[in-house]
C-alpha cells in the first residue's frame, strides 16, 4: 500500500483551494461585506481606525520543520492583533496575502486557516478574516494586516510617557527567547538542520517554552484595558524589553528606569518575540491587571539621553533581535 | 575608475533605509498617525472602509530586467488602488510590506517609493502610505494593503446588476496584454530571458502598450463617479474582459451580452492586467463620462446559466490570465 500523494495547489487551482480555505477562516462580526468580492467593507464605528501589517517569510523568520502549519497561522495572526492591541485598540479585522510554493498540500493551508481562526477566537473574539490573496512564490511567504477599532478612546503611542508614570507589562516575557534557544540547540540534526521530530520532542518536554516561541499567547484584550485605564504610552514588546523601553524613552524623552528586585527582569531584557505589551501608567493611576509595574519613568539626567536604565543604572547598549540572522545552521 | 559598489539593504539596515524612504512616501490627508508606532491611525469619516490585499511576486507577477523598481511601486499602488475604486469608494491609505533580497540596493527601493508617490499623486490623490513592513527574503514580494472611504454612498458589489442595466467600461482595455505579448515576444535574448536593455527599446517604440503593462493608470476617480451615478455593479477588469464580466454575470445571475459593433470589445475579450472598471449602469440613468457603453444586461435565457454573450452568441469558454504560467522563458 502507497500513500496517496498530498493534493496540492498546483492540483487543484487557486479557486478550488479559497472555497476550501473560506469555511475555516474566521468570520469578522464588523464585516458588512466578506470575501469574494474586490474588496471587502467593514464596520468602523469609531471613524477611526488603527492599521497594520507585518510580514512572516519562511528562513528568515519561520522554519517549517519546527512550525506546522497551524503554527504559522495561529502566529500571523497574534503578532498582527498584538501590534493593534499596543495602539489600545480592539482588533476587528484581518486581510492575508499568502504566497506559497505551487507544490504546498491543501491539508497545509486548511490548518494555516484554522490557526488564524483559533487564534482570534482564544485572543481577541469578533476579529475576522475579511479578505486576501493567494499566490504562486518560491518563498512561502505570510503578509497579514490588521485593523482595529478605537472605541472612542485616544490611541496609545509611544511617545506619551511622562517623568512620575510607573513602567508595566502584560504577559510573558523571556519564554519566546528561551524556547528559540531550545530549537537552535537541540530542535537540529546531526548537521545542524532543523529537524521536525526533534522539534516535537521538545515541545513535549518544554510546552510553555516552544509554544511561547512558535505559537504565543499575547494578551490582546490588556491593550483596550490600558487604554481605558489611562495608559500614557504602549507597546508590543517584539525585540526584547531593553530595546523596546528604549523606544518609549526616546519617542517620549524620558528615562525608563526598569528595576529588578522582584521583577524577574533582569532575566529577560534581551530576547524578543514575546509580544508583551509593554505600557506606561500615571503614578497616581491604579495599573489595570494583568499589567504588573516593573519600573518608573523618570526625567532625562543632565548630559544624558533619553533610554532606559536598570535599578538607576546605565543599561548595555545590546540591541536587537534577530536570532536566525547570524545563525549558520541549514534552512529546515 | 571603477563604479562604487551600490549601497545595499545589507550594508546599512532596516532602520536607516526606512529612513532614507519614509521622506519619499506618499502623505496620506487621512492619517491621523502615520508611519513609526505600532500601527497607525486614519480617520475613517464614513464609518466603514473597504479593504483589499494585492501581492507581486518576483518570476510569477514581475520580471525585474522589464520593470524597474519605479514601475513596481507605481503598480502595486495602482493595482491595489483599483480594487478599491471598483467598491465605489475612494482611496485613503494603503500599508506596503516589502520583502526583498538582503543585497536589494536601496536606490531601488527609493525608486519603489517614488513610484508609489507618484502613482497616488496622478491616481488617487490624498491617499497615501501610512505603514509598512521592511524584511529580508530570498523572493522580492510586495503586498500592499489599500483602504478606501465610502463617503456615504453604498458599496458597488459584483451581484448588483439586473436585466435592463446597460454595461460600460472605464479605462483602457486590452493595451495591457498587448504590451506584455510584445515584452514576451521582443524583450527577451536569444535564450528567452527577459532583457533589460531590449524592454527599454520595445517602450521607446511602445510606449502605450509597454506602459499600460509595466506601470498602468486605471480610471480610480471614476469608481467613486459611478457609485454616485447608481451603478448597480462594478469590478476592476484585472483578468480580461470576458472572464471578468462573467463574474459580475454569475454574481447577480443574469446575462451580459456585450457587443461589438462600434465598440472594439471584440478584440479585447481576453488578456488582464488593465484595471479598467467594469460597471453596469440602470438603463435609464445616464453613463457617466468615462464609462462607454458596451453592452446590456439581460435576462438568463431558460435552460442557460447567468454567463456571458456576445452579440447574442455564448462566448467561448476561455477563462483566466495567467501569462507567465505557461511560458518557458528565463527568470530574468
Known sequence: MTAEPAETLRDIGETAVLQRIFPRLPQADAALVGP?????????PDSRIVITTDTMVHGPDFRTAWSTPYDLGWKAAATNLADVAAMGATPTALVVALTIPADTPVADLEAFADGMREACAALA??????GGDLGVSPTFTIAVTAIGDLVGGDP???????????VAVAGQLGLAAKGLALLFARGVDREGVPDARRARNLRSRFPAEVSAQLAPRPPIYAGPVAALSGATAMLDVSDGLLLDARRIAQ???????????????????HGGEDHALLACF?????????FRVIGRVLPVAPGSDPGVTVDGAAADERGGWDPY???????G
Not at 125 to 130: A, K, L, T, Y
Request: glycine letters at 18%.
Open 251 to 269: 519617542a517620549s524623552g524620558v528615562t525608563i528606569d526598569l528595576a529588578t528586585e522582584g521583577t524577574g527582569v533582569a532575566e529577560v531584557l
Open 282 to 290: 500615571p503614578g497616581t493611576a491604579d495599573v489595570p491587571p494583568p
Open 36 to 44: 469574494g468580492d474586490d474588496a471587502a467593507v467593514i464596520a468602523a
Open 156 to 166: 496609545v503611542l509611544r511617545s506619551g510617557a511622562r517623568p512620575g508614570d510607573v
Open 125 to 130: 473574539r469578533g476579529c475576522g478574516v475579511v
Open 325 to 331: 540572522a547570524e545563525w549558520a545552521g541549514g534552512a
